[in-house]
């Protein structure tokens, strides 16, 4: 089993950046793929980023060019930072691992319980 613990989450005016950080403990080495989803009110649960173990990442089209995912295999987390934030980036983060090369929030097999982001306008 592998937990995931993530913190950042918080309240930003519109432009402004946050950055949040996910640690990784127990099973680790079965790890393969980490990424960061998202859900707002009333919508599915979407990809942000992920990032596989050999450095292929996926952007969601929404967050190209203002959010980066970065991973230090050495301290088990995964990060990411968030620039030129919108209200419509407000929703609850969560992490995500998958034992395998996955991308959709289907393809993962661990969960964080999330962090809410909350972006004014």
């Known amino acids: 089993q592998v937990q995931l613990v993530e913190s950042g989450g918080g309240l930003v005016q519109a432009g402004g950046s946050l950055s949040l950080s996910c640690a990784a403990s127990?099973?680790?080495?079965?790890?393969?793929?980490m990424g960061w989803y998202r859900q707002a009110p009333g919508e599915q649960r979407e990809l942000v980023a992920a990032m596989t173990s050999g450095g292929s990442t996926l952007y969601a089209d929404s967050v190209k060019g203002r959010f980066t995912i970065s991973r230090d295999n050495a301290k088990n987390t995964v990060y990411l930072q968030m620039n030129s934030l919108k209200p419509e980036d407000t929703a609850v983060y969560y992490c995500a691992a998958a034992r395998n090369r996955a991308f959709r929030a289907g393809g993962m097999d661990y969960w964080g319980k999330g962090t809410l982001v909350t972006v004014s306008s």
């Open positions: 127990g099973s680790i080495v079965s790890i393969n793929t």
